[in-house]
């Protein structure tokens, strides 16, 4: 199983980035993903899930109005596009596997390395 995340970079507030998750190894279809994230001195936050398929997803609601988590099933991809960036979404941004069937307390059984998204003032 891997989990590989890219697209994190540093922005201005107000940015927008799209970060993606390629995963590989096992059935794609059959799980959730999930984005997390983790900001210097604070514990690891949930942000964005997908279930499997991609037939629903649900955001957090720190950033309902902000981030949208989809997926490209052709190329075991997802993907948490990031709106009106603040600096307050500066952390290590990972992706995780999530078993079926998904809640919000389903601990993830893989992790990916995580990307640095850093937004200044």
């Known amino acids: 199983v891997q989990l590989v995340e890219s697209g994190g970079d540093s922005v201005q507030a107000g940015g927008s980035l799209r970060l993606s998750c390629v995963a590989s190894?096992?059935?794609?279809?059959?799980?959730?993903i999930g984005w997390f994230r983790q900001a210097p001195g604070k514990e690891r936050e949930g942000v964005a899930v997908i279930a499997s398929s991609g037939s629903r997803t649900f955001v957090a609601n720190s950033v309902k109005e902000r981030f949208t988590i989809s997926s490209d099933m052709a190329k075991n991809t997802v993907y948490l596009q990031m709106n009106s960036l603040k600096p307050a979404d500066t952390a290590v941004y990972y992706c995780?596997?999530?078993?079926?069937?998904?809640?919000?307390?389903?601990?993830?059984?893989?992790w990916g390395q995580g990307t640095q998204v850093t937004v200044s003032a």
């Open positions: 190894g096992f059935a794609f279809s059959e799980y959730a």
């Open positions: 995780a596997r999530l078993k079926e069937p998904w809640t919000w307390s389903t601990n993830p059984d893989y």
